[in-house]
């Protein structure tokens, strides 16, 4: 996988025309929330993980910018599995 642009911390090969992210990519804040996974026009869509600052993560699916499907949520101590019907994500604007 390419190293992720440093300044937009996000792969060249997400952007499209118009500048929405789309593709295979990473995002990055400067508070250690991460998010590696799939986007479709601009937003989290299709597989991906999101790891927190507390160093908490979610792995699984994604639509429109919502926690979709089957996923697992992982703390330091305990692992849930669960399918999800779109729950809210944190604000990564």
């Known amino acids: 996988m390419p ?3 440093k300044k937009l ?3 060249p090969e997400m952007w499209v025309q118009g500048g ?18 799939e986007w479709a026009n601009d937003q ?6 999101e790891t927190y600052p507390n160093g908490d ?13 089957f996923g697992c949520y992982r ?6 599995l669960s399918l999800l019907a779109s729950t809210t994500l944190p604000n990564i604007a």
């Open 20 to 37: 929405k992210r789309h593709g295979i990519g990473i995002y990055r804040q400067a508070n250690d929330y991460s998010y590696e996974g």
């Open 9 to 11: 911390n996000l792969l």
């Open 57 to 69: 993560s979610y792995v699984g699916g994604f639509l429109s910018g919502m926690r979709h499907g």
């Open 75 to 80: 703390t330091e101590k305990v692992m849930f």
């Open 44 to 49: 989290i869509s299709g597989q991906g993980r």
């Open 3 to 5: 190293k992720p642009a």
